[in-house]
Nanobody, 126 residues
Framework: QVQLVESGGGSVQAGGSLRLSCQAS????????MGWFRQAPGKKREGVAI???????TYADSVKGRFTISQDNAKNTLLLEMNSLKLEDTAMYYC????????????????????WGQGTQVTVSS
């Protein structure tokens, strides 16, 4: 049973930083696609940063240069470093993975990943 557990969300002032973590368990896929998505109230879920297990990463234009996705394989953890946070970054952030996605593993590709975490709230205030 694949499980994804996010942590690290919270409230921060604009310009601040947060680091999200996603602890993964229950699978040992050698090739997979993992990423961070977010959904703000009244808005569609969107891909923020997606990483393929060969190291290829893509970012939403709105977060390029501010967010960094990485993976600690030893700890089976996906990380999202968020800097220079803006009010519009406020959302529920979800970690997701899909072992069947490879070619389409990028921001802007399909978002119907197979496994999702419960989400962690990020709130940016002025």
């Amino acid at each position: 049973q694949v499980q994804l557990v996010e942590s690290g969300g919270g409230s921060v002032q604009a310009g601040g930083s947060l680091r999200l973590s996603c602890q993964a368990s229950g699978y040992t896929y050698s090739s997979n696609c993992m990423g961070w998505f977010r959904q703000a109230p009244g808005k569609k879920r969107e891909g923020v940063a997606i990483r393929r297990s060969d190291g290829r990463v893509t970012y939403a234009d709105s977060v390029k240069g501010r967010f960094t996705i990485s993976q600690d394989n030893a700890k089976n953890t996906l990380l999202l470093e968020m800097n220079s946070l803006k009010l519009e970054d406020t959302a529920m952030y979800y970690c997701a993975t899909d072992p069947g996605t490879w070619t389409l593993c990028y921001v802007g590709g399909p978002t119907d990943f197979a496994y999702w975490g419960q989400g962690t709230q990020v709130t940016v205030s002025s």
